[in-house]
């Protein structure tokens, strides 16, 4: 009796999936844990940000490599003044060159022997004569400093114009290549930061499923409302949670971006007007961003509480996303390859799979104006969340709630009496 009293008070799938989103979500978004949560990711990104810093500033303060000259005396006034008219029209595409050593004439000299001496900051020797000039150094050096100093030689000789013509100048904002390689940057860049936001948040879904099962709390939810809607309403609390996160994240490193004394610290501020423009333009760019990572967060969440369910304890968690996670990025390296070969296979292959359809489409929105296909791609990756929700349900129903139908008296009395809970919970909400 007590049992069919309370089965027309029975939540719905989408009710019950609320009542538990909405528990999970007040849960977690008002713990301690929470906080440290949102202040792990920030304290790399501020050490980043210091070590990117400091290190061009060493970079910019370290002294250049340089060419040393061994030559005769007449034959080092040539070049250095041949270099010196050069660097007026190449400037610092020119190797420095600092004399090591004025020779006599008929003088031999050893440049390997001072270069093994590793003095300075000296990379390379040129010795022998302008009309025969003899350069030693590593084999980069050589790749890197052979035209140049081919070009200052020829110079000392009389053998280059000395008398350059003046080169007007017009400047256009943009032309076809330069928007092109720049939408490609946009691409890769969002396709990054996606991949990073969905790898760092997905691993919430699991902890808190291992956490209920050992505290069978899991057991008691599933007796009182359909599997389908503890999977749903679990998925959605923890994607609330993440999007919280990044809101709070977006808007510290914002401020911190915005403040004045920033610049000195880290060298040049962030210019967003200068940054390239997606294909579907900045706002509409971030709105698919946003629903590409919900996207993208719910299928990864639910493989992750799938997994979840065959495990017991956080090693054996640990042990069985390791291939998940391993594979996820192996999808993105695939929906990165994918990013420049419009209309080829792979893009199809990288769009049509749904793990990787995210990426790919993300990097499609910086790189084409068309909106109609991100409609198409937002439903099917939405058809393959519900999918992989039910299956994950029907996976931990078999491995968790094995008394299934053949429920004992005692069983079917707490599923009504935690039905009848939840029903008054709801309408109280209400």
Do not use: C
């Not at 006034?77 to 190449?90: D, F, P």
């Not at 009182?224 to 309403?233: Q, R």
């Amino acid at each position: 009796m007590i049992a069919d009293s309370n089965t027309a008070g029975r939540l719905s799938r989408l009710q019950a999936a609320w009542v538990v989103a909405r528990r999970d979500f007040m849960t977690i978004l008002f713990s301690r844990s929470f906080i440290f949560f949102l202040l792990g990711p920030l304290f790399p990104l501020v050490v980043g940000s210091l070590a990117g810093g400091i290190g061009q500033r060493v970079e910019s303060e370290a002294q250049r490599p340089v060419i040393g000259l061994a030559m005769t005396a007449g034959d080092t006034e040539a070049i250095l003044a041949a270099r010196q008219s050069l660097a007026e029209e190449l400037g610092p595409t020119l190797p420095d060159i600092v004399v090591s050593k004025q020779l006599q004439q008929g003088e031999t000299f050893d440049a390997q022997a001072l270069l093994a001496r590793r003095e300075g900051n000296l990379a390379a020797v040129l010795s022998g004569t302008p009309a025969d000039p003899q350069l030693t150094a590593t084999p980069e050096r050589l790749q890197w400093w052979t035209g140049p100093v081919a070009l200052i030689a020829a110079a000392a000789v009389q053998d280059t114009p000395t008398v350059f013509p003046e080169v007007r100048t017009q400047i256009v904002a943009v032309t076809g290549a330069s928007e092109q390689r720049g939408r490609l940057r946009t691409a890769q860049a969002g396709q990054l930061v996606l991949f990073l936001l969905i790898i760092l948040l997905a691993g919430m879904v699991l902890s808190n499923l291992v956490e209920e099962k050992a505290n069978k709390v899991i057991e008691i939810l599933a007796a009182a409302i359909p599997m389908d809607a503890v999977f749903l309403g679990k998925l959605f609390a923890m994607l609330a949670v993440s999007l919280v996160g990044i809101a709070v994240w977006a808007t510290v490193i914002g401020a911190v971006v915005g403040l004045s004394g920033f610049e000195g610290l880290m060298g040049n501020a962030i210019d967003l007007s200068s940054l390239p423009e997606p294909g579907v333009g900045w706002p509409l760019f971030f709105v698919l961003g946003i629903a590409y990572f919900a996207m993208g967060y719910l299928l990864l969440g639910s493989v992750f509480l799938a997994i979840g369910s065959l495990a017991n304890t956080v090693r054996e968690v640990q042990t069985l996303s390791m291939p998940v996670t391993m594979l996820q990025v192996l999808l993105f390296l695939f929906a990165s390859l994918s990013v420049g070969s419009s209309g080829e296979p792979i893009e199809w292959a990288a769009i049509a799979f749904p793990f990787s359809s995210p990426f790919a489409m993300f990097a499609r929105a910086a790189q084409y104006e068309a909106l109609w296909p991100h409609i198409l791609a937002l439903g099917w990756q939405m058809a393959w969340v519900a999918i992989t929700i039910r299956l994950g349900a029907t996976l931990f129903r078999k491995r968790v709630m094995k008394s299934g139908g053949q429920a004992t008296k005692r069983n079917r009395n707490l599923r009504a009496l935690v039905a009848s809970a939840f029903s008054k919970g709801s309408k109280n909400a209400q």
